[in-house]
């Protein structure tokens, strides 16, 4: 490695800022802007007049020429800026790729052996995990024993202190032995006391269960007994029940018949004759037991009343039919008698409109004679109107074209005239 070379800085070339005409730029500017802040400061330009005008453009024009010109030279020096930079990048990316060429055998050889080594001591490293693991999940094994045998009866804590006894404590434990033998220690301590609680326990549990047993037994004779007890008072409470409900029955079927009594007053006579035959169809049998006696007197009691109320209202409608009879024929014959009066009344009526008719007629007729003459004495009097006048237009002594023409347009007037009175 010792004939590699770096090449130093200064070698690489580097084309030099045109600075010159920078500040040549900047300086333009700079006047201009000097002047201008002095010319304009507190200045208003007066555009209202032309001189005033012509100097605000002029001033103007000034401004916009050194800012369009600051601009074309920024682009220009940009662009001499823009090639230089172009070449260096240039120079730099051969180079680069140069060195990386160079670079990138050597990187792969090392990063393969790195590789290498990590792999090995990652594999390493997951064996004695691996290792350490299983050791101590044989010692927490150990230790989860007697948890293992909470709650197990005699014969599983047996099964279990079996199983940790059988374990072979040797140099596979490793620099783990020692605890490992401790954990067996204290493990099978913890179920041997665990063993002595459950086979006491076991035996309460047994003497329980006995005592359990021997009160179940009992509980069930008193259990017996007593749903005999209640049997019984069920079955004389059914009986009490269905005899209140066929007592009930009866009375619901006697309360029936006086069913038909209720609103009988209100009752039309076709409805009273109704109930009637209704409680006379009522039948008092055996069916009524020990009420029997009661359910006749019901039926006699509401057929008694409602063959009263039937007899009151068929005496109450033969004198309503009477009186309905009676007030039928005053009033076929109050009908007759105004039937008459009216036929009487537009007789006179019609006679009486029949003589306003004829005198109307009449009076019609007067009334078109006399319009007939008056008209008769209109014509004439206007004929003669006419012949005057006919008699003024043929005189050829008339001269004036005016007045022929005016008594023409008189003539033709009296002519509608007449017209009009013999339209009339």
């Known amino acids: 490695m010792d004939d590699v070379k770096i090449i130093p800085a200064e070698n690489v070339e580097v084309l030099p800022a045109s600075q010159g005409a920078q500040i040549q730029i900047y300086s333009t500017a700079k006047?201009?802007?000097?002047?201008?802040?002095?010319?304009l400061k507190d200045y208003v330009f007066d555009v209202e007049t032309t001189s005033g005008m012509d100097e605000a453009r002029k001033t103007r024009k000034v401004l916009v020429s050194a800012r369009t010109?600051?601009?074309?030279?920024?682009?220009?020096?940009?662009?001499?800026d823009n090639e230089r930079i172009r070449h260096r990048n240039e120079v730099a990316k051969e180079y680069t790729a140069k060195l990386v060429a160079m670079e990138e055998p050597i990187d792969a050889l090392i990063k393969a052996k790195e590789r290498q080594l990590a792999e090995a001591k990652a594999e390493r490293k997951r064996i004695e995990d691996e290792r350490i693991a299983g050791?101590?999940?044989?010692?927490?094994?150990?230790?989860?024993?007697?948890?293992?045998?909470?709650?197990k009866t005699?014969?599983?804590?047996?099964?279990?202190?079996?199983?940790?006894?059988?374990?072979?404590?040797?140099?596979?434990?490793?620099?783990?032995?020692?605890?490992?033998?401790?954990?067996?220690?204290?493990?099978?301590?913890q179920l041997t006391n665990m063993l002595a609680k459950a086979e006491a326990a076991e035996a309460e549990a047994k003497r329980l269960a006995d005592q359990k047993i021997?009160?179940?037994?009992?509980?069930?004779?008193?259990?017996?007994?007593?749903?005999?007890?209640?049997?019984?008072?069920?079955?004389?409470?059914?009986?009490?029940?269905?005899?209140?409900?066929?007592?009930?029955?009866?009375?619901?079927?006697?309360?029936?018949?006086?069913?038909?009594?209720?609103?009988a007053p209100g009752l039309s006579l076709e409805g009273l004759k109704v109930r009637v035959r209704q409680a006379e169809a009522l039948v008092v049998d055996e069916s009524f037991a020990e009420l029997t006696q009661e359910a006749q007197d019901?039926?006699?009691?509401?057929?008694?009343?409602?063959?009263?109320?039937?007899?009151?209202?068929?005496?109450?409608?033969?004198?309503?039919?009477?009186?309905?009879?009676?007030?039928?024929?005053?009033?076929?014959?109050?009908?007759e008698a105004e039937d008459a009066r009216n036929a009487k009344a537009a007789k006179e009526e019609a006679e009486r409109k029949e003589a306003e008719e004829k005198i109307r007629l009449a009076q019609?007729?007067?009334?078109?004679?006399?319009?007939?003459?008056?008209?008769?004495?209109?014509?004439?009097?206007?004929?003669?109107?006419?012949?005057?006048?006919?008699?003024?237009?043929?005189?050829?002594?008339?001269?004036?074209?005016?007045?022929?023409?005016?008594?023409?347009?008189?003539?033709?007037?009296?002519?509608?005239?007449?017209?009009?009175?013999?339209?009339?």
Do not use: C, H
């Open 31 to 39: 006047a201009v802007l000097d002047e201008m802040a002095l010319k």
């Open 69 to 80: 010109g600051l601009d074309e030279e920024r682009k220009k020096l940009n662009a001499d």
């Open 135 to 151: 050791i101590q999940k044989r010692i927490s094994d150990i230790q989860g024993a007697p948890a293992r045998a909470a709650f």
């Open 154 to 189: 005699p014969e599983g804590v047996r099964q279990i202190m079996a199983e940790i006894e059988s374990l072979e404590m040797g140099a596979d434990f490793a620099e783990w032995l020692s605890l490992a033998q401790g954990a067996r220690s204290e493990s099978l301590l």
């Open 214 to 263: 021997e009160q179940d037994r009992k509980q069930a004779e008193l259990d017996a007994a007593d749903k005999k007890r209640r049997d019984e008072e069920a079955a004389k409470e059914l009986r009490d029940k269905a005899e209140r409900n066929r007592v009930n029955y009866i009375r619901d079927r006697i309360n029936q018949f006086y069913e038909l009594g209720k609103g």
């Open 298 to 335: 019901a039926k006699e009691t509401v057929l008694g009343g409602l063959q009263g109320l039937l007899a009151g209202k068929q005496a109450q409608a033969d004198i309503e039919a009477r009186d309905e009879a009676a007030r039928a024929e005053r009033q076929r014959a109050d009908k």
């Open 364 to 424: 019609k007729a007067e009334q078109d004679e006399i319009a007939r003459q008056k008209r008769n004495e209109d014509r004439r009097n206007r004929m003669e109107v006419f012949a005057a006048v006919m008699e003024i237009v043929g005189d050829a002594t008339i001269k004036d074209k005016d007045a022929r023409r005016l008594i023409g347009i008189r003539v033709q007037q009296a002519v509608a005239a007449l017209g009009e009175v013999e339209n009339a």
